[in-house]
């Protein structure tokens, strides 16, 4: 039986914290995470945080900019799961790669497991399962033989231009039918 670390927040405290008490929350959890890290790994140097990550992406660890990054708008509609979930993913990301040859270790391997499962007491997980509609609007309507795709405005700009883009699933090309309304309120 697995049974987290990091001490469980709670929901209703969460919900009630303002965009900037979440965002403390965020930082503090981090350094939680961290810290139990650092029992492992002494001289694991601290990550940056940043909440600039856009798309479908909830978090990523990003070595090149030394630091984790976190989708603010995720974050504001799933702050449980987040400091639950998402945190301890990314951190334990940062601690893999700082490992003597951790920068050979597969993003979701042997490593990872262990950490989450050992370190973290949590049930490794490799995704997510938010509602990414506001994170990661798609207003762009296109078709094809099977069903409707959303296309963000770098990928209809890209169609618009000539690329060609087909279904995976039926391989139909993709069609363009319309903006949806979504786009208007964005």
Known sequence: MIHPVLPEP???????????ASQ?????????????????HETLPRPAVWLDLRGKGAGQAHFGRGGLR???????????AFL????PHE????????????HRARPHGHEWRTVMRELFGLVPQTTHRFDTGRASPEPYRYRCGCR??????????????????????????????CRSALADSI
């Open 24 to 40: 403390r929350a965020l930082h503090e959890r981090v350094e939680a995470a961290w810290r139990l890290c650092r029992e492992v």
């Open 148 to 177: 409707e795709h959303g296309f963000s405005a770098r990928r209809h700009g890209l169609a618009r231009q000539g690329h060609r883009y087909q279904c995976r699933k039926c391989g139909q090309p993709l069609v363009y039918m």
């Open 91 to 102: 951190v334990a990301h940062w601690l893999v790669h700082h490992l003597a040859d951790g």
């Open 10 to 20: 709670d929901p209703e405290w969460l919900d009630s914290l303002d965009r900037a």
């Open 70 to 80: 976190f989708n603010p708008v995720l974050f504001d509609e799933n702050r449980h």
């Open 84 to 87: 639950v979930d998402v945190v």
